[in-house]
């Protein structure tokens, strides 16, 4: 593990998105060490802490109960 940290250190992240939460929101996972990071709701990207999995649990939900609605109401 610390030789890909080191190896994520000198040449940087291999990031691909690992879960779609929203249209705009996403999780995204780094290819080598498997760090986690996400949006945030002002637009940046931060480190997926414990809290913002819980944040985007809920967010997710609400997101996919939304589709369903909009798409039988049509």
């Known amino acids: 593990m610390i030789l890909k940290k080191l190896i994520c250190a ?3 992240h ?3 998105v ?4 929203t249209a705009h929101v996403h999780e995204y996972r780094c290819k080598c060490c498997g760090e986690e990071l996400t949006d945030t ?3 940046s990207v931060e480190k997926l802490t414990p809290k913002y999995k819980e944040t985007n649990a809920i967010l997710a939900e609400v997101y996919q109960r939304r589709m369903q609605r909009l ?3 049509s």
């Open 10 to 12: 000198v040449l940087g």
């Open 14 to 16: 291999q990031y691909v």
């Open 18 to 21: 690992s879960n779609n939460i």
């Open 41 to 43: 709701a002002n637009g």
């Open 71 to 73: 798409s039988s109401g």
